[in-house]
């Protein structure tokens, strides 16, 4: 068959599959256990490149960032989250105002620093509020005394 365009060609191939999806599923159906086995291996051997590859879609279809520009930022923040200052264990979260990019992606405009995972939570579930923040600051500082209260008025009965 002559190639007409590649819309054509695009358009016939998914009418193909789509009439002749048993046939397909017949025939890859004998080595469907072969083909799980050489993945987990491949998969296996090839862990840390995969994490990596995994990691740059992340970061370039979530932020626009590349693995490159995140390790700069990592090394900029000398590894560390920028809230807690906590060495960084696992891959660190791209901190962004939600009212910029309400999604879970971002833009040069909105985005921070970089936080650990439970940084980048405890903010989140404040709903990035200073006020909401700040209430939270006082309700610990104020109980923190009440405890430190509790515990001299302990010690004086001792």
Same mark, same amino acid.
């Given at each position: 068959?002559?190639?007409?365009? =590649? !819309?054509?060609?695009?358009?016939?191939? !998914?009418?193909?599959?789509?009439? %002749?999806?048993?046939?397909?599923?017949?025939?890859? #159906?004998? %080595?469907?256990?072969?083909? =799980?086995?050489?993945?987990?291996?491949?998969?296996?051997?090839?862990?840390?490149?995969?994490?990596?590859?995994?990691?740059?879609?992340?970061?370039?279809?979530?932020?626009?960032? /590349? !693995?490159?520009?995140?390790?700069?930022?990592?090394?900029?923040?000398?590894?560390?989250?920028?809230? +807690?200052?906590?060495?960084?264990?696992? /891959?660190? %979260?791209?901190?962004?105002?939600? #009212?910029? +990019?309400?999604?879970?992606?971002?833009?040069?405009?909105? &985005?921070?620093?970089?936080? +650990?995972? /439970?940084?980048?939570?405890?903010?989140?579930?404040?709903?990035?509020?200073? !006020?909401?923040?700040?209430?939270?600051?006082?309700?610990?500082?104020? %109980?923190? &005394?009440?405890?430190?209260?509790?515990?001299? #008025?302990?010690?004086?009965?001792?």
């Amino acid at each position: 068959m002559p190639r007409k365009s =590649k !819309a054509a060609d695009l358009i016939y191939a !998914a009418e193909y599959r789509a009439t %002749h999806k048993e046939e397909a599923l017949a025939l890859r #159906e004998p %080595h469907r256990d072969k083909q =799980k086995a050489y993945m987990r291996v491949y998969n296996r051997m090839n862990k840390e490149w995969l994490d990596v590859k995994a990691k740059d879609r992340g970061y370039r279809s979530k932020h626009g960032l /590349t !693995a490159d520009k995140v390790s700069e930022l990592r090394k900029g923040q000398e590894d560390k989250c920028a809230l +807690c200052g906590n060495i960084f264990v696992d /891959t660190p %979260h791209i901190d962004h105002s939600h #009212e910029c +990019c309400p999604s879970h992606k971002s833009c040069p405009d909105c &985005r921070r620093e970089l936080l +650990c995972g /439970t940084c980048n939570r405890g903010l989140g579930m404040f709903k990035d509020s200073p !006020a909401l923040l700040q209430r939270a600051i006082d309700y610990l500082v104020k %109980h923190a &005394r009440r405890q430190a209260i509790l515990k001299s #008025e302990d010690s004086e009965h001792e």
